[in-house]
C-alpha cells in the first residue's frame, strides 16, 4: 500500500531563514507521481508542484525548489528566504491508481511551518 | 482557472441527522473525491468517483454514503451524523487523461462540519 511519511510535525523559522520540509514515501508502483500542497489558514489547499517517478531533475520555482531522490524514496521540499506569508501546513502526496485508470492522492500528515518576522 | 464549490463553509448538525454536503466542480472533470481532515491525521480519503454514477471506498468510508448523479456534483452524505463526524471536510477534482493518468486534484474550500 502506498504510504507518505512526513517526520516534521511542526517547524519554526525566523524569517529570511530557509526551511526543508521532509517527505518520504513507499510504494511498489513503478510509474507514480508525487505532489506536494500548501494549506494556508485559510484552509484551502494549493497545488504546488507534481512530479513523476521517471523524472528525477530537481525543479526550482522562484523561492521553492524540490529534491527527488528515489534511492531514497524521498521527495524534499526547501524554501529559500522563507517569509511570513509562508506559514501553512504543507502537504507531501502521493498518486495511488484506482478503478477505471484514475489516481488517487494518499497524503502524509502535513508539516505546519511557521515563520516567524 | 478550475472552481470547485462545496455548499457550505460551515455547518452545524444534531446527532442522528442525516447530512449533505455538496461539492460542484466546472472544469469538466472525471475524478471527484471526498477527504476528512482531522488534526494529526492529515488528509484520509472517504470515497471517490472516476465518472458518473460510479464510486469507490476510500480508506475511512464507514458511515458515509456518495452520491453523483451528474458529472459536475459529488455529494457526500452523513448517514446518521455522529460526534466522531465532527472535522473538515475538503472535495476536489481531477482530470483524467485516460493515456497518462490523472492532472493534479483542485480543492473546495472546506466545510467545518460540528455535530452536537
Known amino acids: 500500500a502506498q504510504k507518505v511519511t512526513q517526520a516534521q510535525t511542526e517547524i519554526s523559522v525566523v524569517e529570511k531563514e530557509d526551511v526543508t520540509l521532509d517527505c518520504v514515501y513507499e510504494t511498489r508502483d513503478t510509474t507514480y507521481y508525487l505532489f506536494w500542497y500548501k494549506q494556508p489558514p485559510s484552509g484551502e489547499l494549493v497545488f504546488l508542484i507534481r512530479?513523476?517517478?521517471?523524472?528525477?531533475q530537481n525543479e526550482i520555482s522562484g523561492r521553492y525548489s524540490w529534491n527527488f531522490q528515489k534511492s531514497t524514496s524521498s521527495f524534499n521540499f526547501t524554501i529559500t528566504a522563507s517569509q511570513v506569508v509562508d506559514s501553512a501546513v504543507y502537504f507531501c502526496a502521493l498518486s495511488d491508481f484506482a478503478q477505471g485508470g484514475s489516481e488517487k492522492l494518499v497524503f502524509g500528515k502535513g508539516t505546519k511551518l511557521t515563520v516567524n518576522p | 482557472d478550475v472552481k470547485v464549490t462545496q455548499s457550505s463553509r460551515y455547518l452545524v448538525k444534531r446527532t442522528g441527522e442525516k447530512v449533505f454536503l455538496e461539492c460542484v466542480q466546472d472544469m469538466d472533470h472525471e475524478n471527484m473525491f471526498w477527504y476528512r481532515q482531522d488534526p494529526g491525521l492529515g488528509l484520509r480519503l472517504i470515497y471517490f468517483?472516476?465518472?458518473?454514477?460510479?464510486?469507490e471506498k476510500g480508506d475511512i468510508p464507514e458511515g458515509y454514503s456518495v452520491s453523483r448523479e451528474k458529472k459536475e456534483r459529488f455529494s457526500l452524505i452523513l448517514e446518521s451524523a455522529s460526534t466522531n463526524q465532527t472535522s473538515m471536510y475538503l472535495c476536489?477534482?481531477?482530470?483524467?487523461?485516460?493515456?497518462?493518468?490523472?492532472?493534479?486534484?483542485?480543492f473546495g474550500q472546506g466545510t467545518r462540519l460540528t455535530v452536537v
Open positions: 512530479r513523476n517517478s521517471f523524472d528525477e
Open positions: 476536489a477534482s481531477s482530470f483524467l487523461y485516460r493515456d497518462r493518468g490523472s492532472t493534479e486534484a483542485f
Open positions: 468517483s472516476y465518472d458518473v454514477k460510479m464510486k
